[in-house]
């Protein structure tokens, strides 16, 4: 299989390929084919098309025009690379994996580092989460993959940051509506301008559903504000404020196979009498202050704060929660993050060509209380209530606190260029267990992990429309605070659990053609040692191990342009294998303490699909500002567990999206009608990873349809 890669990687360089800009639904304007990115490196920005890296820019529209605009699902399909899997279920987030990384994630998004307005929405033990992200007041989008990611430090498998864009020059005033099926309401607000010296974004969103399964509907409010302060041509102050409030998202839970294909719409038989369910709060506040001292040198200070509380119930039997070690049904997490990333840029000249050196330290730090609490009242034998919040089994203090160092190195020449970097991070977990009773030992600990990660890439400017560039670089993943809660067969953390490392390199190619066109392609592979995998999954208590050795290998494609009388079409198609190279042990089926079933070398990682593809057609008619597409998503074969006893079948599905704009004066309206799944489709959008009473499957919408309204008015 090497040998196939490497053939496929030298016939990649003899082939045009993409500005790697993203995949607009239109043709995009020639500005865009240059279009400046921030994500891939640590410093300065720089043009796309001239970075060693696959990143990918989504602007503004792309990320909310003609869509529900709260979930990244719905734009992410069109980056090559990126699987982002709407689990149907605001309880547990999107799935969302870059290159295969990320896919094991139960909830949230891990193994890939988040951002908004370069604010860290990812924790120092690499938990992230996307539910905060405001996509009606968004410029852009940049979603990196590959080596380069490892200098964004742990859990860094791939970036995905979010940009606010700037208020001004003019003040605009914007409403923005949608209703649906399932009984969707979205409404969002947003007022944006200049004040003098001050830039200001304001964004407010309601979004409720009843859900597409039974016992799934969901609330959240957010609210998203952003003020620039230009203090002078040398100095720009941003803050930032996002504040997020779900107060209730029911939890349907996954399916067994026999109920998936009894009836996708039910809830598993366990949520309504244990009324699963989550409610979070969260409110995260940020500074940056950019400062160049003279033509040479300049400073970036980033710091941030935030907290948020999570409480969620779930469905576990109450016979599980007698033993006095098993941590109960309920959950009450509260957190509190804040760091510091203190950066120095240097522009000077080597060897005749402009060199940029980047230096930094970074810091941040998790301090997380954690209750448990039996989820039902009165004796197990015959509960009084179920769902509710009983006795107290599990109270501990947790803390994760990271300090890294960095630098970065980029030498444009007029036919080559050299990006190199060097990360050097330590992590160290603590855990203060206060619950300590009867045969509920101390369960405190602590375990600190270090990783030095580089990065070197290359790029050949084989001319004004052409470059080819090649990368390698080494990256780590730790485990997070959750993996490491629970010792195998008991409590308290699992010390024995090590650190993911991986080697990854890349070959593509960029390519900017006449008539608008951008091209892209990318072969790429990921060794990784010592795997984090599910040991056992049962009674609301999950452990981790190390699996040895997987290895990630495959293709990217991405075309976008025009074609023509208003016509123009988008590619994004990515080939990935992912497996494991040694076999190794895990637990049957619950209870289970020592691992006996093998898992063989060859299996498939489970939750990541061999192949996906994002094709649209687009049609616009200026003089009526009329836009229509369809839309075609494939998503291939998903194994559920590591065992690959069972797969979510491959699924394609069509989409149709039709607009109209209208200005008005200083109106602008904008109305929109979308059908998703019009062939009405059954498949299963997601799975939960080895989840240990064979609920994996987590349902798709049959038909549905989306009607919206725009206005914006500009003062």
């Not at 979603?143 to 430090?153: D, E, I, M, Q």
Request: proline share 6%; net charge neutral.
């Amino acid at each position: 299989m090497r040998r196939t890669l490497v053939a496929a990687a030298v016939a990649l360089l003899g082939v045009p390929a993409a500005a790697q800009q993203g995949a607009p639904a239109t043709a995009p304007a020639e500005g865009e084919l240059r279009q400046v990115v921030v994500t891939p490196g640590l410093g300065m920005a720089r043009p796309a098309f001239d970075i060693p890296a696959s990143v990918d820019v989504l602007p503004g529209p792309v990320l909310r025009n003609d869509t529900l605009g709260i979930n990244l699902s719905e734009s992410l399909a069109r980056v090559p690379g990126i699987t982002a899997l709407n689990r149907q279920n605001y309880a547990q987030d999107i799935q969302i994996s870059s290159r295969g990384y990320g896919a094991r994630s139960t909830f949230g998004v891990r193994g890939l580092r988040l951002y908004t307005d370069g604010i860290p929405a990812t924790a120092p033990d690499g938990q992230s989460q996307t539910s905060h992200f405001d996509l009606f007041s968004a410029d852009r989008m940049e979603v990196l993959r590959g080596p380069f990611s490892a200098l964004h430090g742990n859990s860094s498998g791939g970036v995905i940051s979010l940009f606010t864009a700037d208020g001004g020059p003019q003040t605009v005033a914007e409403i923005s509506g949608a209703i649906g099926s399932d009984s969707i309401r979205r409404v969002n607000a947003r007022l944006s301008g200049q004040q003098g010296a001050w830039q200001y974004s304001l964004s407010a969103t309601h979004f409720e559903t009843e859900g597409a399964r039974d016992w799934s509907s969901a609330q959240r409010r957010g609210f998203n504000g952003k003020f620039k302060y230009n203090a002078g041509p040398d100095t720009t102050l941003t803050l930032v404020v996002n504040q997020l409030d779900m107060p209730e998202a029911l939890d349907p839970l996954g399916l067994t196979r026999a109920e998936f294909e009894a009836d996708p719409t039910q809830a598993s038989p366990g949520a309504r009498p244990f009324r699963t369910r989550k409610a979070v709060d969260q409110l995260q506040l940020g500074a940056i202050l950019d400062h160049r001292l003279d033509a040479a040198n300049a400073l970036k200070l980033t710091t941030w704060r935030g907290q948020r509380g999570t409480e969620q119930y779930q469905a576990i039997p109450p016979a599980t929660q007698v033993p006095i070690t098993q941590p109960g049904g309920v959950i009450d997490l509260q957190r509190e993050d804040q760091g510091l990333d203190a950066q120095w840029v240097h522009a000077t000249r080597l060897a005749g060509a402009p060199f940029t050196l980047t230096a930094g330290v970074y810091a941040d730090e998790l301090r997380e209380h954690r209750l448990g609490f039996q989820n039902f009242t009165g004796p197990a034998a015959a509960p009084t209530e179920l769902g509710v919040r009983g006795a107290l089994r599990r109270d501990e203090d947790n803390r994760a606190r990271t300090v890294d160092q960095y630098v970065e190195g980029v030498w444009s020449g007029e036919r080559f260029s050299l990006t190199a970097g060097l990360r050097h991070s330590s992590i160290v977990f603590r855990s203060s267990d206060h619950f300590i009773t009867g045969a509920n030992g101390d369960d405190s600990g602590e375990v600190a992990y270090g990783a030095t990660t580089p990065v070197l890439g290359v790029v050949w400017h084989a001319s004004e429309t052409l470059n080819l560039y090649a990368s390698a670089g080494r990256g780590f993943e730790t485990p997070t605070l959750n993996e490491l809660a629970n010792r195998p067969g008991g409590g308290g953390l699992n010390t024995a659990l090590q650190p993911a490392v991986s080697r990854q390199w890349e070959l593509g190619a960029k390519a900017r053609l006449a008539g608008r066109w951008q091209l892209n392609a990318a072969v790429f592979e990921a060794r990784t040692a010592d795997e984090i995998v599910v040991l056992s999954n049962s009674g609301g208590r999950s452990t981790f191990q190390n699996a040895g050795r997987t290895r990630r290998h495959g293709l990217e494609l991405l075309a976008a342009g025009p074609l023509g009388g208003g016509w123009s079409t988008a590619l994004a198609a990515t080939w990935l294998q992912a497996r494991y190279d040694n076999s190794f042990l895990t637990c049957g089926p619950p209870p289970c303490t020592t691992p006996t079933v093998l898992v063989p070398a060859g299996n498939r990682i489970p939750g990541i699909p061999d192949r996906t593809l994002f094709a649209e057609l687009a049609w616009q008619h200026r003089p009526w500002g009329l836009e229509t597409a369809a839309e075609v998503r494939h998503t291939g074969r998903i194994a559920v567990d590591d065992l690959n006893t069972d797969f979510a079948a491959a699924s394609t599905i069509v989409s149709l999206r039709a607009a109209l704009t209208q200005p008005v004066g200083r109106w602008t309206m904008r109305e929109f009608l979308r059908v998703d799944n019009v062939a009405d489709r059954r498949y299963a959008g997601s799975v939960i990873v080895n989840e240990g009473n064979g609920r994996y499957f987590e349902p798709a919408p049959g038909r549905t349809w989306l009607l919206g309204v725009n206005a914006a008015y500009t003062f």
